[in-house]
């Protein structure tokens, strides 16, 4: 979502609004269309011959903005909500332990999870289409789907890797460790998809990184880190990890102007299913020791 402050002088007073459009693509596109719509009525109503960018991306294509209201107290909920919501994954995952151990199949919690986002998704999709059939854009190309397989199987590892660190540090660790995802994604941000980074965010990425070894040395006892050694190795492999799914998730979503909705059904449909196969493959490996997961996977909780 690209918004922009637009100003209207044509009512001979100064009103500002912002306007919000899909994707950076569409805000360049309709922008020009306007700025081209206002000279032809400058130039006497004459017809202005439409320019390689309206002719390649197509005007009836693209999505009519939407008129919001982006105001500070919002965006502090969101960022409130989204803290709330990281803070308590690690607490909530070392709180459900019993005797050190989980009792329940912790394979079957990305699975849920990702059937949860699947449902909600699916539901506000409907409730989008009900809303603007036309504008609810929903591309069906097999080589479009197909792209998001790729980081519904990196989502897949990266949350069954987040379990297995946590068998090595606890949660204050796993919470610093988690930080360093900020750190792989500025990176691959800069490299992967050519984003310039300031030199202010490159220094907080260096106090970030600093800040999270410096917190790890263990000065009071013989050992000099506060975990073991697999632990910091499972938990820099869960930020890779989650950096590049994060910034392929992103490249997806804006390589179209496909509903956001929708898009997300696509990537959580193929990582519903990949779960299931992850938990498939465990019962053949074990020779069917307790039945299919359906059975018993959901024990414990």
Same mark, same amino acid.
């Given at each position: 979502m690209v918004c922009i402050r637009s100003v209207d002088l044509g009512s001979g007073s100064l009103s500002t609004a912002h306007?919000?459009?899909?994707?950076?693509?569409?805000?360049?596109?309709?922008?020009?269309?306007?700025?081209?719509?206002?000279?032809?009525?400058? *130039?006497?109503?004459? !017809?202005? &011959?439409?320019?390689?960018?309206?002719?390649?991306?197509?005007?009836?294509?693209?999505?009519?903005?939407?008129?919001?209201?982006i105001t500070g107290t919002r965006k502090l909920w969101v960022a409130l909500t989204l803290t709330c919501f990281t803070c308590s994954q690690g607490l909530l995952m070392e709180g459900s332990k019993v005797g050190g151990k989980y009792p329940y199949n912790s394979a079957t919690v990305p699975l849920l999870a990702e059937?949860?986002?699947?449902?909600?998704?699916?539901?506000l999709l409907r409730g989008a289409y009900r809303k603007d059939p036309k504008g609810t854009l929903m591309t069906?190309?097999?080589?479009?789907?197909?792209?998001?397989?790729?980081?519904?199987?990196?989502?897949?590892?990266?949350?069954?890797?987040?379990?297995?660190t946590m068998a090595y540090v606890d949660a204050a660790t796993y919470q610093i460790l988690g930080n360093l995802k900020i750190v792989t994604t *500025?990176?691959?941000? !800069?490299? &992967?998809?050519?984003?310039?980074?300031?030199?202010?965010?490159?220094?907080?990425?260096l106090l970030l990184t600093t800040g999270a070894t410096v917190s790890q040395i263990n000065g009071?006892?013989?050992?000099?880190?506060?975990?073991?050694m697999m632990g910091y190795a499972l938990g820099l492999l869960s930020a890779a990890l989650s950096a590049t799914a994060g910034v392929y998730t992103e490249f997806l979503l804006k390589k179209n102007n496909d509903n956001l909705y929708w898009q997300n059904v696509q990537l959580y449909g193929f990582g519903a299913v990949f779960n299931a196969m992850r938990l498939t493959y465990d019962d053949v490996s074990s020779g069917f020791e307790h039945g299919l997961w359906v059975k018993h996977g959901f024990y414990g909780y």
């Open positions: 306007v919000c459009y899909p994707t950076l693509r569409t805000a360049i596109v309709l922008q020009e269309v306007k700025q081209r719509q206002a000279a032809s009525h400058r *130039g006497g109503g004459s !017809r202005v &011959a439409p320019s390689p960018i309206e002719r390649n991306f197509g005007s009836a294509s693209v999505s009519p903005p939407i008129m919001v209201a059937c949860t986002k699947l449902v909600l998704s699916l539901i069906t190309d097999w080589r479009s789907v197909m792209m998001y397989p790729i980081p519904s199987i990196i989502y897949l590892f990266h949350n069954n890797v987040q379990f297995y *500025g990176i691959l941000f !800069r490299f &992967a998809l050519k984003k310039t980074l300031t030199r202010t965010q490159w220094v907080a990425l009071c006892k013989g050992e000099m880190l506060a975990a073991p």
